[in-house]
């Protein structure tokens, strides 16, 4: 996640930890960071919610005086932040969430009249956009943000009410390690040499 961020000419990190942070706080320190890129972490609690570890960030003087990014960390794609970025610059609002159309899970079904099934889509792309998780925030939008708050319920949907959230559509790759079953899928894809998010490899710094 870091090097895809990395890729477009990020190179301030702060990692928001929690449960087994000891564990992510030896990977930071082993790990070769492409140059210039720096990474800190900072112990936010086991139990705290999505928002409020934002909260404490900002409390905690980590996040600067202007425009940030923030991302989950479970989801990859090859999704273009630098243009995402000048979106958010360029509409002016608080708060930009990356929008996705992710494949369904399942095969859907065709049907016709009375019930006849003709046919079946294996997995197909979804028509609705959800919430791809890589986000650009202005210093205001801390606002809706409390210590308790779960960042994709009240404060997303407040940002929302008041227009003053935008959608960046990122239609190319895009997955999101929830489960087992997507760990594999997507250990598989980077173990055969077919990540679409690796693109620190065909990406200059930006």
């Known amino acids: 996640m870091i090097r895809i961020y990395a890729a477009h000419g990020f190179r301030r990190f702060v990692l928001l930890t929690g449960y087994k942070r000891e564990l992510i706080e030896?990977?930071?320190?082993?790990?070769q960071w492409p140059e210039g890129v720096k990474v800190d972490c900072l112990d936010?609690?086991?139990?705290?919610?999505?928002?409020?570890?934002?909260?404490?960030?900002?409390?905690?003087?980590?996040?600067?005086?202007?425009?940030?990014?923030?991302?989950?960390?479970?989801?990859?794609?090859?999704?273009?932040?630098?243009?995402?970025?000048q979106f958010h610059r360029a509409h002016g609002g608080?708060?930009?969430?990356?929008?996705?159309?992710p494949h369904s899970q399942?095969?859907?079904?065709?049907l016709e009249e009375g019930d006849r099934?003709?046919?079946?889509?294996?997995?197909?792309?979804?028509?609705?956009?959800?919430?791809?998780?890589?986000?650009?925030?202005?210093?205001?939008?801390?606002?809706?943000?409390?210590?308790?708050?779960v960042l994709?319920?009240?404060?997303?949907?407040?940002?929302a009410?008041?227009?003053?959230?935008?959608?960046?559509?990122?239609?190319?790759?895009?997955?999101?390690?929830d489960t087992y079953k997507d760990a594999v899928l997507l250990e598989d894809l980077w173990a055969g040499g077919e990540a679409p998010w690796k693109i620190w490899d065909r990406v200059g710094g930006r």
Not at 26 to 31: I, R, S
Not at 106 to 110: F, I, K, R
Not at 121 to 146: C, D, S, T
Request: glycine residues 14%; proline residues 5%; negative net charge.
């Open 152 to 159: 994709e319920r009240e404060p997303l949907e407040r940002l």
């Open 117 to 149: 099934v003709s046919g079946f889509v294996e997995k197909p792309q979804m028509q609705q956009w959800i919430n791809g998780g890589f986000f650009f925030f202005e210093p205001e939008a801390l606002a809706y943000l409390a210590r308790d708050a």
């Open 161 to 177: 009410a008041d227009g003053a959230l935008h959608g960046y559509r990122h239609r190319g790759f895009w997955d999101c390690m």
């Open 94 to 101: 608080p708060a930009t969430v990356t929008l996705v159309q």
């Open 44 to 85: 936010t609690g086991e139990q705290t919610p999505t928002g409020g570890r934002v909260a404490l960030a900002a409390e905690a003087g980590r996040l600067g005086p202007g425009t940030f990014a923030l991302t989950y960390a479970d989801g990859v794609a090859d999704v273009d932040l630098g243009a995402a970025l």
């Open 106 to 110: 399942w095969g859907v079904a065709l």
């Open 26 to 31: 030896g990977f930071v320190d082993a790990e």
